[in-house]
């Protein structure tokens, strides 16, 4: 069984910085596909970034791209969510979740392709 658990300061001002983290237990292989996502208060939960750990392989939603970024650390098992500019439409909840599959090219923010999920941690960016 995977676990996961996210950890990061959840406020931060417009143009601001903040670092999330996941931990991730139980078995891990490097054919999975490691994302990060974010819920909005009434919109759908949408995919950010993904990595394929066999070949470092990232993706991120166009609006992100350029400001975030994912990282993994291979030794202590923890996604890193690395985000910069922040803007306010970038609050959210957001979670770390494991793919037992590769990240696909097409569909790798497709959240019912991931099998293990993150409890989700606040981001709030106050204008």
């Known amino acids: 069984q995977v676990q996961l658990v996210e950890s990061g300061i959840g406020c931060v001002q417009t143009g601001g910085s903040l670092s999330l983290s996941c931990a991730i237990s139980g078995y891990i292989d490097s054919s999975f596909c490691l994302g990060w996502f974010r819920q909005a208060p009434g919109k759908e939960r949408e995919g950010i970034a993904s990595?394929?750990?066999?070949?470092?392989?990232?993706a991120y939603l166009p609006s992100v791209e350029g400001r975030f970024t994912l990282s993994q650390d291979n030794a202590n098992n923890t996604l890193y969510l690395q985000m910069n500019s922040l803007k306010p439409e970038d609050t959210a909840v957001y979670y770390c979740?494991?793919?037992?599959?590769?990240?696909?090219?097409?569909?790798?923010?497709?959240?019912?392709?991931?099998?293990?999920w993150g409890q989700g941690t606040q981001v709030t960016v106050c204008s």
């Open positions: 979740a494991v793919r037992r599959s590769s990240c696909g090219w097409a569909n790798w923010g497709i959240q019912s392709k991931y099998n293990y």
């Open positions: 990595l394929y750990s066999r070949g470092g392989t990232t």
